[in-house]
């Protein structure tokens, strides 16, 4: 964890650099994938969001900590401990992401993050504010299992960081890599509100379980982004609490 505080500038400044030629990409070929409401809403989710894992962050920790108390083994904290970790991570951030989509309260959490007609590496950063409550219960089995509880936190960041770099128009199929791992073209796939592509492509880094369990669609036709309701706002609060007010709703916009 410490590794990754250190390089937070880092991460910061490439984000940056990333997100800048997008946009010029964006601008030279005419594509229109940045539009200024949209994005400053993503900026503000993202400064929200930075500021809810300060907040939720000693929640998370004491969560991990105390089911760990009661762990079945206690792996050594090695390389291979470590890679094992990131794969059942993986694991259970499909079912995690896949459940979000299909049970009402917890789409209530992910309905902000697919509330964007636009695709860029902005998108990515449209998380809301309070799924740090729900993520420590999700990944408390690698904890159960005795999994260090480093391993574990710094597996599931790794794994969002990765999934950044998938918001994106820039970047086509990426040939004999499509269906084996996540890519941007898997991902636009996922963000489709398109008849054939919702409830597809649910893995962060691995498409494996999307094969495994039936879920995976190729992109094979212009992805329509969004809600499948057609609503759409600029407004960072109400799209914050949207899900949550639609929980007690009859018609809940559902996408999944």
Do not use: C
């Amino acid at each position: 964890m410490e590794h990754i505080k250190d390089h937070r500038l880092w991460i910061l400044a490439l984000v940056l650099i990333l997100v800048l030629g997008e946009a010029i990409w964006s601008f030279l070929n005419d594509r229109k994938v940045y539009q200024l409401k949209d994005t400053a809403a993503n900026i503000i989710i993202l400064i929200g969001f930075q500021i809810s894992k300060i907040v939720f962050v000693g929640y998370q920790i004491f969560i991990l900590n105390f089911i760990s108390g009661q762990a079945l083994f206690n792996f050594k904290a090695n390389s291979f401990t470590f890679f094992i970790t990131f794969i059942l991570a993986d694991f259970i951030y499909y079912w995690f992401h896949r459940i979000s989509h299909s049970w009402k309260p917890l789409w209530a959490f992910h309905l902000i993050h697919h509330s964007s007609v636009y695709m860029n590496l902005t998108t990515s950063y449209r998380l809301n504010w309070f799924s740090a409550l729900i993520s420590p219960v999700f990944f408390a089995p690698l904890a159960i299992l005795g999994l260090p509880i480093d391993f574990i936190i710094v597996s599931y960041t790794l794994n969002l960081f990765y999934q950044f770099f998938l918001h994106t128009e820039s970047i086509g199929k990426l040939g004999v890599l499509e269906g084996i791992i996540d890519t941007p073209s898997a991902h636009r796939v996922h963000h489709g509100s398109n008849e054939g592509y919702i409830d597809k492509n649910f893995g962060g880094v691995f498409m494996i379980w999307d094969k495994i369990f039936k879920t995976y669609e190729p992109e094979k036709e212009k992805v329509i982004y969004g809600l499948t309701s057609g609503e759409s706002s600029y407004n960072p609060f109400k799209l914050m609490f949207k899900g949550f007010i639609d929980l007690f709703k009859k018609d809940m916009g559902y996408k999944g």
